[in-house]
């Protein structure tokens, strides 16, 4: 589909015009007492995957901090929306929490029209646990592209004949991918394949020419002996400690291609501002705890955390960003 190039730089910047998301839900309350009973930290998707690992990870710390059980219950389908859409309809007692990321809070409501719930009406941000920056990366042995300078001026040379692969369409992975044609005026055909494992093998086997990934995933083959992945430029405000060497898409001019896979803890709608006030003070001091910021940190991931105002600002300028860039794309999911 066509960009319409005068409208880049309102797409590009739109993220931090957006307006906050709405805290109406937030009732004045003590929160007296509160927990009294085991808390369910619902995870919109499979066990043994990243947003899994951390809520547990997180639960085993806040059942020391808030003094109750803090149970995870996985809920996975329909690209994280049943989970989310539980937590959405659940009491707002702060019993039931979820956590959320990038596609059920931001981007599934332009992907999927009838969507049961409506991220910024139905739910209540708490905190923003961390962000997954992505990093474009090229097959070590088999891609000619020794920097992302030649991967640009091929694309440029040769327009829709690259090819970058993703996990599926609609995904985090696929959107990157998007948005770096869209912010360098380039045009890549996209391979979408069901899941990240096979478009990371034929990554390798050089049967496209880059995609994007995730830190901690991709530094594993960049660190092997021989390297099997070549990283280009990492999506991020600032280098990474995990990959020091790889430079920011800023520093190669591109400035606006700032990219990660975040997520936090959201809430049903009416839950009280004492108990959200409670369980973000909790979260903050968990990810103060030097055990689990190594966990984040040390794989490349960023720590976020901060006040429900910012999350839910945050998530209102994704939104606005990517909602944007979908609907220019013409981007529909699998």
């Known amino acids: 589909m066509p960009i319409n190039f005068k409208a880049r730089r309102a797409l590009l910047l739109g993220a931090g015009c957006a307006a906050a998301w709405p805290l109406?839900?937030?009732?004045?309350?003590?929160?007296?007492?509160?927990?009294?009973?085991?808390?369910?930290?619902?995870?919109?998707?499979?066990?043994?995957?990243?947003?899994?690992?951390?809520?547990?990870?997180?639960?085993?710390?806040?059942?020391?901090?808030?003094?109750?059980?803090?149970?995870?219950?996985?809920?996975?389908?329909?690209?994280?929306?049943?989970?989310?859409?539980?937590?959405?309809?659940?009491?707002?007692?702060?019993?039931?929490?979820?956590?959320?990321?990038?596609?059920?809070?931001?981007?599934?409501?332009?992907?999927?029209?009838?969507?049961?719930?409506?991220?910024?009406?139905?739910?209540?941000?708490?905190?923003?646990?961390?962000?997954?920056?992505?990093?474009?990366?090229?097959?070590?042995?088999?891609?000619?592209?020794?920097?992302?300078?030649?991967?640009?001026?091929?694309?440029?040379?040769?327009?829709?004949?690259?090819?970058?692969?993703?996990?599926?369409?609609?995904?985090?992975?696929?959107?990157?991918?998007?948005?770096?044609?869209?912010?360098?005026?380039?045009?890549?055909?996209?391979?979408?394949?069901?899941?990240?494992?096979?478009?990371?093998?034929?990554?390798?086997?050089?049967?496209?020419?880059?995609?994007?990934?995730m830190v901690p995933a991709a530094t594993e083959h960049v660190r092997a002996q021989p390297p099997k992945m070549r990283p280009l430029a990492v999506a991020h405000h600032k280098r990474l400690p995990s990959l020091p060497e790889v430079p920011t898409f800023a520093e190669l001019g591109i400035k606006d291609m700032v990219v990660s896979n975040w997520f936090g803890i959201v809430a049903p709608k009416g839950t009280s501002a004492a108990i959200v006030v409670k369980l973000n003070q909790a979260v903050n001091r968990a990810l103060k705890e030097p055990d689990l910021a190594k966990r984040i940190t040390e794989p490349g991931n960023v720590i976020a955390g901060g006040g429900p105002e910012l999350f839910s600002a945050f998530v209102a300028a994704e939104s606005h960003r990517w909602g944007r860039l979908i609907k220019e794309r013409g981007i529909r999911p699998d």
Do not use: C, W
């Open 24 to 213: 109406a839900g937030l009732a004045q309350g003590e929160g007296a007492g509160y927990p009294s009973r085991p808390v369910t930290l619902v995870v919109p998707y499979a066990a043994g995957g990243s947003s899994d690992t951390r809520a547990r990870q997180l639960a085993e710390k806040l059942s020391l901090f808030l003094g109750k059980p803090v149970l995870v219950d996985n809920k996975p389908g329909d690209n994280g929306n049943l989970g989310t859409e539980f937590v959405a309809r659940a009491a707002p007692d702060g019993y039931t929490l979820g956590i959320g990321n990038f596609a059920p809070l931001a981007i599934n409501k332009t992907l999927f029209p009838k969507l049961a719930y409506d991220p910024q009406k139905d739910l209540v941000p708490v905190v923003l646990i961390e962000k997954g920056p992505l990093v474009l990366v090229v097959s070590a042995d088999k891609s000619p592209y020794k920097s992302l300078q030649d991967l640009l001026a091929d694309a440029k040379a040769r327009p829709g004949k690259l090819r970058y692969a993703s996990g599926g369409s609609g995904g985090t992975f696929h959107l990157a991918g998007e948005m770096f044609g869209f912010s360098t005026g380039t045009s890549s055909l996209h391979v979408p394949y069901r899941g990240g494992e096979p478009a990371t093998q034929d990554l390798l086997a050089g049967a496209v020419d880059y995609m994007f990934a």
